[in-house]
């Protein structure tokens, strides 16, 4: 049964930083591609960004771009976002789940909230 547990959001000013971690059990990393999402209140979740199994390639949204930086650690079953000049338009729960062509699971985890003041 996969796990994903989210960590690293929190309350920061507008063009601060945070970096979020995601840990993935169950399942073998190594072959996932994996994405972070994010769902605002009254909002769709949507994609953000999105890495290959091997970190090879990487897409993000038009919205984070330059911005924000998806990495992984196959080894620690991790995959990290390094958000930077955060905006309040960011604030939102995020989570991460499979992504890159790989249809994302039907389980999500709890989320990190990251709420950005102007």
């Known amino acids: 049964q996969v796990q994903l547990v989210e960590s690293g959001g929190g309350l920061v000013q507008a063009g601060g930083s945070l970096r979020l971690s995601c840990v993935v059990s169950?399942?073998?990393?190594?072959?996932?591609?994996m994405g972070w999402y994010r769902q605002a209140p009254g909002n769709q979740r949507e994609l953000v960004a999105q890495?290959?199994?091997?970190?090879?390639?990487?897409n993000y949204a038009d919205s984070v771009k330059g911005r924000f930086t998806i990495s992984r650690d196959n080894a620690e079953n991790t995959v990290y976002l390094q958000m930077n000049s955060l905006k309040p338009e960011d604030t939102a729960v995020y989570y991460c789940?499979?992504?890159?062509?790989?249809?994302?699971?039907?389980?999500w985890g709890q989320g990190t909230q990251v709420t950005v003041s102007s």
């Open positions: 789940n499979r992504a890159m062509g790989q249809i994302p699971w039907n389980y």
């Open positions: 169950g399942s073998v990393f190594s072959i996932l591609g």
């Open positions: 890495m290959a199994p091997r970190g090879s390639a990487a």
